[in-house]
């Protein structure tokens, strides 16, 4: 079974923070994001690729902010390369993963239980109807 370790939620909080701070009425991601749902988010993923991205997570807890930021400013930057390069491919994976996961749980109903504010979807005026079979 994939799962994160809580070094890695750490690294991804701080991540989730460079991608979606505190702006205006929009709580910044560690405050409200329902990292206690990451690991559902990943069940099905390739164990080997989760494997990596823990470590990657994991060093990235330890970092300074603004190193995370650079890190995180870098993924992006090769997501506009033309580069077919091993490093570019892997870092466009990486942002595009860690940003999947970290938008998934800021703009979900499965916040952080602790969060007393405004949700970003009530915020937004955005309510999820879901229809089940």
């Known amino acids: 079974m994939n799962k994160f370790s809580n070094r890695a939620i750490k690294g991804i909080c701080k991540a989730g923070d460079i991608y979606l701070p505190q702006n205006g009425e929009f709580p910044k991601y560690s405050d409200v994001a329902g990292t206690q749902h990451l690991n559902s988010l990943i069940e099905n993923a390739p164990p080997e690729d989760i494997k990596a991205l823990n470590l990657a997570m994991a060093i990235i807890s330890f970092l300074p902010c603004f190193m995370v930021s650079w890190l995180v400013n870098w ?3 090769a997501t506009k390369s033309s580069s077919d390069g091993v490093i570019a491919s892997n870092l466009r994976q990486l942002h595009m993963g860690l940003r999947g996961l970290v938008y998934s749980t800021y703009y979900s109903e499965l916040i952080n239980p602790n969060y007393k504010g405004k949700t970003p ?10 229809v089940e079979d």
Do not use: C, H, Q, T
């Open 75 to 77: 993924f992006a930057s």
């Open 121 to 130: 979807l009530e915020i937004l005026d955005y309510s999820i109807n879901r």
